[in-house]
């Protein structure tokens, strides 16, 4: 996995690792405000123009008008609210999930149909399920391929990464949305074991975001567009943390436990301001997706989606909690398993070259042959008779849902298997036979399922797989105890189809590591008379899986390499031993105030660091804030550029005709020719003339953000400032140099490369003028002892990429998401033994940290004093400043 | 109110405003970690000699007790995990919560008994029926007002403060604890319409405080008693969240509602890394109260608290709909009213001169007199009759719920009012008004028995007033409808039960601004059927009333003026255009790098900020740190020390005598009577002599933070630093004068006023020696042009007081939580009118900002040229650090 020399490896993994992170948000609304900004006047014109069309109509209707008008202008203006953008969401998204629902149940029946037209031969039978669900996937998978890579998988992890704060590229875009939709309906019409969940909270973030891109075409929302970008910044991550509960929400009709559940798998600290938002959309989606099925006739009234008839009088006994228990406890087992599995597949499917040749040929092999694999062993003729392989998905799950006891001892012929749950019933083999075969095929399906490249989740296979080991469990109690476990009175029988309600939920919840699962199976299922068992076997499940393997989102948040930042998890005592200043970088890349372009130079060169810290002097180091690297390098490159040193060769000149009119008159014939050149000077000087405050060569800002590849460029850079190239050096610092060539191209550009290299050394050694570049003045800061915890929740609260380390104003260290990210990993993996950074050491003796503290600061001063005694300032004066 | 000359109104309002916020959290916990560590050694000497005394057992048994004693380490060490805690806490909050049912289900019994068994005579009975519950409340409000006012009202309130990070005084303490329990029986014992929800939270979180400390004297929790403080800080934090989901939890019954409601009431941000903690509790307490109903034979198995028994098939038909959306939004207005009757009883209590001069003479005459009110109103035979007065809460509620219709027209004489029912029948009123007086009387009611200072929370009132409502669109619904709406096929009847449902979830939610609400009411009654319903009203409900009222935990929070602040709302466009250079206040109190104590004196004198900024010079501004300002207060004090004066007079005779040695030779009589005084003064220097890196004279910080007496006072300061009497100021400053007499005592304190006055006057030109100060190195800090938004967000994620604005290291502002709530509620009272602050335009020109951040860097940059010239450094040096 690790040796990257594989080529095709390489490429499978691309598929898989589409979303690297490229930008931070910011800078992307930035530049989304500076677009509108641009186009703001545009649209006020043609706002204009409208009002004068309507002070030319007359007539009697006119009233009419200004109050259509009116009412026009207000609906437009109310666009804006979040409540109407939240009830567009909840209907586009329901309507979505109604629609594919729609289309997945048609394709199923067509493959049943098919499957039951064949019956006559057994070959033409197999042939005919076989193909269709290998024919939708491959079309599925390839159609993702090439529309949008970037809606293949679950989509949940990608979302986490981007609530985080990280823009990743292409992946909210309508292609996206369409590839996704698409490849969704097919690759579930085919009757994999897959789920609609995580890709339906991608749908509803794209949803989001489109939505919200169409809705500022209307224009009315804000009102100063130079304001926009502040306003999206926040706004978007909040409409995106809505549009996740949507997604759930309206995937299971579970409004309550959408939120729940989308706080849970996409948040690290969730604001409760938002809270309202999730539940008003996922409710009213949720509503909507509901009325459809109303309104197709499919039910009569807005029901649960798998709702159960348990009784309610007596739902369980207190007795049989310890089997909810136990289910509890082997669900977190094979929760960690599954993430486990899902896993190795992966990473199994990476590491062998001769199979990824082989599949790497043929992209869309791998697909085909999973599928081909696992819907043979379902084909109900053949082994799928022994694990109810003729039901889909939902119809397992209805069936596992039921309320009747299938194995009741003695009674067992009484039973007769209606509809769909004859498909249980083998005439050779037990109940018991046909679900432990059912749970234990359809977990390695899913676990494999689950890593085919096109749309696709995992809860609901894992859901039923959940049902499965529930119903198996209470068909064993009800086997046991064939009259209930309650001594004393009334005989209530042990209700199989409950332990199925808590196995689906502690099974879920452990691969997610979520506890909302519990709400959402209430919400699913339309009771909540089980509450007591399936909270405690969540809640069991989830502290065995989570002490076991991380979740299955973070799990491929890792495989994708995205950003991330690992849970402190759930006993963290030894995180408190550890503090920033073990783990910080003391070597920090920092620019001083006097500085020359050639520290610049050199400091680009030598790290690719995303921002610079600025300090006051390399003796003080008083930190006084952070410059972007973009910044520096159009800082570097407009010292260097091209009009700068058209600039230069005109001042020389015009120095040389100064010299020469002194000269001129003992020499005449070289004379002529010098004033002729002198005056095509003039002329150009006038041409390119510029203010002196803001030279003509300086870029605007923008381009050098937009394009990331000047970001990544400077690798490549001479580590040497001296024997560099100084042309190679001029271009890739100077953005457009074609441009600014067209732009002087009347300035004879007579310099010799090694004149110009002269130049350019002189440039380097200009100290910098730092006026025109953007700042951040206020950097986030923290203390050398800040325990890890803190500095954990510091940063996960604020999306941090880095933060600087001061003591007393002086800049000591930085820490970024990466020495955060192993220190937690560290003391993760070692756990149970007492970990101590090698650095901690340093400061067990109780008071030696606030003495150091206080030498430094007396440093400081001492240093203050020397610098400020020539400074000839009176005591007096810093009197009455600070009175 | 405002008016502070009646001390009457004062004392009554100190007992409505106890806890005022004395100290941050971060403080009380070093102390607490300097606490344990003192005693630390003594715990480990005990340790040792229990080792010795398993050494010095002999004999057959010894493998036993080493095993015993590994054991019981181990369980020690175990002691300190989450886990452990979280079953304890809801281990002790369940049987808590049962044995508060248990005894006030007995006091209700003993009325009902009492008023049963008087029915011979009306007269008698009304004495029985009142005297009861105004006994009960006059004990309860008594019994708190003396053993510990905290105690009084709900609890909410002051927990959201608490997890803001702010330590109320006496908060948690276990006579606290004491008083709320026992409290909390007598008064809802008594029979008011009062609820245990609110006092639960708080109960949950005085067990959760004193376990915590119960729990850290067996010692084996950590490893290092100096990292005791850290840890407690955090932990704390998490465990008083999950206290209070514990409180709800075990009131209800309903772990998942408990979780949500204690997330929406108490924080603004919530860890989702807590979230476990919250359920584990959460359910482990509910599962056992339940188990306790179970085990106490009131109950045969686990089931909800409220049991409904509504049909499952079809519970509600779509075109009740717009039923359930008109209940939601009527509770709107109701939740919205409720709160400001409620604010409106407590500031006309507080208004009301003449009332309040004679409640203010019999304390407990208020509650008596609110009580007698209410119970005269609700007496069975009288009033009560027309509002089923002869129902406890809990019946009401459980008769509201009611699956059955009551005014069924046509076949009402065939519904027989089976049970507590018959309390809503009356011969001669029809049910509907039953229901209306019930709701228009227990509104009134309820709002005026929570402004009783006693322990009670307004939660269940309000879901019974709630319940009502519903039932009564119900009971008018089911009337106009008598055979359901559904056209098509079967007759479904209206359930009225399921608008109480509706109806309670609605206006409790309303009041208390949540929408967990929902959650509750379905735990509460074991159905989740009319889970869109709910939602759909809850969420109306919400929407209405956030715009009308704060919440009531606001309302109340306002009222007793804790620290708090604002939430920017639903919709909160208008707060992106405020920037924090708007709010910000400019005259920032800073001290210098450099300063003398004079400065620090008139600094102290001037403002009672409780932090100032450091900064490195008056004109450069760069911010280093903050400082505390006992930390300040201790500098100078310790400068203006007796001992330092004693030193200073040593010295003097020191110099004295060494001229008087050189003068003794001419002049021998007074030599005689100086000598001896030199004697004595050396005897005496070598008694008090002390370090010359730590005087004597300097105090331990402690003391000074910890008495607030210290803090407040320096108002009471003269202003100029020439004309105040010495004496006064260093008695001011020095903690502790007698003590250090004491010490010094045989040193001779010679010096006159006049030479002590011109003594402090040099002391007070010195140059401040910070190297003893602690300085939080780190400050938070933010830029001018961050939005309000923004800053709002930050202030509450991280539970900022206050925090710096900064420009390129300069400060220039700061912010503290006054000016931000000033800013949200001044542009929240004027919604809808564009707000734009005075300082706003200034930055109305795009691109104005960054100029002049640009030439503020100039500044700088001009003048540490200036400085660093005479510095004489050659700029090679810098370019060699920089590299």
């Given at each position: 996995m690790a040796d990257g020399s594989d080529q095709r490896a390489l490429q499978y993994e691309q598929t898989l690792m589409y979303g690297r992170y490229t930008q931070e948000l910011g800078v992307y609304a930035k530049e989304e405000a500076a677009r509108l900004r641009e186009s703001g006047p545009r649209r006020s014109v043609s706002e204009q123009s409208r009002s004068l069309d309507l002070l030319e109509y007359k007539g009697r209707c006119a009233k009419c008008r200004i109050c259509t008008v009116r009412c026009q202008k207000f609906l437009i203006s109310r666009v804006g609210e979040d409540w109407i953008f939240l009830i567009l969401l909840g209907l586009l998204m329901a309507l979505v999930s109604w629609v594919v629902d729609f289309c997945i149940a048609i394709c199923l029946q067509a493959q049943n149909w098919m499957y039951g037209g064949l019956d006559s031969n057994v070959f033409l039978q197999y042939l005919a399920w076989v193909t269709y669900p290998v024919v939708l996937i491959t079309f599925s998978a390839g159609f993702t391929q090439i529309l949008a890579p970037q809606a293949v998988g679950s989509g949940i992890p990608e979302m986490k990464t981007i609530l985080r704060g990280v823009v990743l590229k292409e992946y909210l875009t309508f292609k996206t949305f369409v590839a996704k939709v698409i490849g969704l309906t097919c690759a579930l019409g085919s009757g994999m074991p897959l789920g609609k969940e995580g890709p339906f909270v991608h749908i509803a973030s794209l949803c989001a975001a489109l939505l919200s891109k169409f809705m500022s075409l209307f224009g009315g929302i804000y009102e100063e567009p130079a304001l926009v970008g502040i306003k999206n910044e926040s706004r978007n991550i909040e409409m995106l943390a809505a549009a996740c509960a949507v997604g759930v929400g309206c995937c299971f009709a579970a409004p309550i436990g959408g939120v729940l559940f989308s706080i849970e798998v996409t948040s690290t600290f969730f604001a409760v301001r938002n809270y309202w938002r999730g539940f008003f959309a996922a409710t009213f989606s949720a509503f909507i997706f509901r009325v459809l099925a109303v309104w197709n006739r499919d039910e009569e009234t807005i029901t649960a989606l798998f709702k159960t008839r348990f009784r309610l009088d007596f739902p369980f006994d207190l007795q049989e909690l310890p089997a909810f228990a136990v289910i509890g406890i082997a669900s977190g087992f094979g929760g960690a398993l599954f993430v486990y599995l899902n896993r190795l597949i992966v990473q199994f499917m990476r590491k062998q070259k001769t199979i990824n040749k082989f599949l790497m040929k043929k992209r869309l092999l791998y697909p085909a042959l999973v599928t081909l694999l696992i819907s043979t062993l379902t084909f109900p003729p053949g082994f799928g008779q022994f694990m109810a392989g003729k039901l889909t998905q939902k119809e397992s799950l209805v069936t596992l849902l039921d309320n009747r006891t299938w194995a009741k001892q003695g009674i067992a012929e009484e039973f007769d298997y209606i509809g769909h749950a004859q498909a249980w019933k083998h005439p050779q083999v037990n109940v018991f036979v046909t679900l432990v075969l059912f749970i234990v095929m359809k977990f390695w399906m899913s676990a494999l399922a689950t890593t085919i490249p096109v749309p696709c989740g995992a809860f609901m296979p894992v859901f039923v797989i959940g049902a499965a080991f529930g119903r198996l469990v209470g068909e064993s109690m009800a086997a046991w105890f064939p009259d209930g476990i309650?001594?004393?009175?009334f005989i209530y029988p042990i209700v199989p189809g409950g332990y199925a309600v808590v196995g689906a939920a502690a099974l879920s919840g452990a691969v997610t590591h979520t506890v909302s699962t519990a709400v959402i199976v209430f919400e699913l299922t339309g009771q909540i008379s089980h509450i007591l068992p399936v909270m405690i076997a969540v809640i069991l499940a989830n502290a065995v899986a989570q002490s076991l393997q991380p979740s299955l989102y973070d799990s491929i948040i890792r495989i994708k390499k995205l950003p991330y930042l690992p849970e402190l998890g759930w006993g963290h005592h030894e995180k408190y031993n550890i503090r920033v200043e073990d783990i910080m970088v003391r070597d920090v890349r920092y620019i001083t105030l006097n500085c020359c372009y050639r520290d610049l130079h050199n400091v680009l060169t030598s790290g690719h660091l995303k921002t610079l810290a600025l300090v006051e002097t390399a003796e003080s180091m008083i930190l006084l804030g952070s410059i972007e690297r973009a910044q520096l390098q159009s800082l570097l490159s407009q010292q260097l550029s091209r009009s700068r040193r058209l600039e230069y060769i005109r001042e020389r000149a015009a120095a040389e005709k100064k010299r020469l009119s002194v000269v001129s008159n003992s020499d005449s014939d070289d004379g002529r020719q010098r004033a002729s050149q002198e005056v095509r000077f003039q002329i150009s000087t006038e041409e390119s003339s510029f203010s002196p405050t803001r030279p003509a060569g300086q870029k605007p800002l923008k381009p050098a953000l937009k394009r990331p590849s000047v970001v990544e460029r400077p690798t490549e850079l001479p580590t040497s400032p001296h024997d560099h190239s100084s042309i190679a050096l001029k271009n890739l610092f100077c953005s457009s140099p074609d441009a600014e060539a067209l732009e002087d191209d009347d300035v004879e550009d007579d310099m010799t490369l090694r004149e110009i290299a002269e130049w350019e050394e002189k440039q380097l050694d200009e100290q910098v003028d730092f006026s025109t570049c953007k700042i951040d003045p206020a950097p986030f800061q923290l203390v050398e002892r800040t325990s890890l915890h803190k500095t954990h929740t510091i940063f996960s609260l604020l999306g941090l990429d880095h933060a600087y380390v001061t003591s007393i104003g002086r800049l000591i260290g930085v820490v970024s998401l990466k020495e955060l990210r192993k220190a937690i990993e560290g003391s993760v993996t070692v756990k149970g033994v007492k970990v101590r950074p090698p650095l901690a050491s340093f400061r067990d003796s109780g008071t030696s940290s606030s003495e150091t503290e206080a030498t430094e600061l007396h440093k400081l001063w001492d240093r203050h004093k020397s610098v400020s005694l020539p400074g000839d300032r009176t005591p007096s004066e810093s009197d009455e400043k600070s009175q």
């Open positions: 309650h001594a004393d009175g």
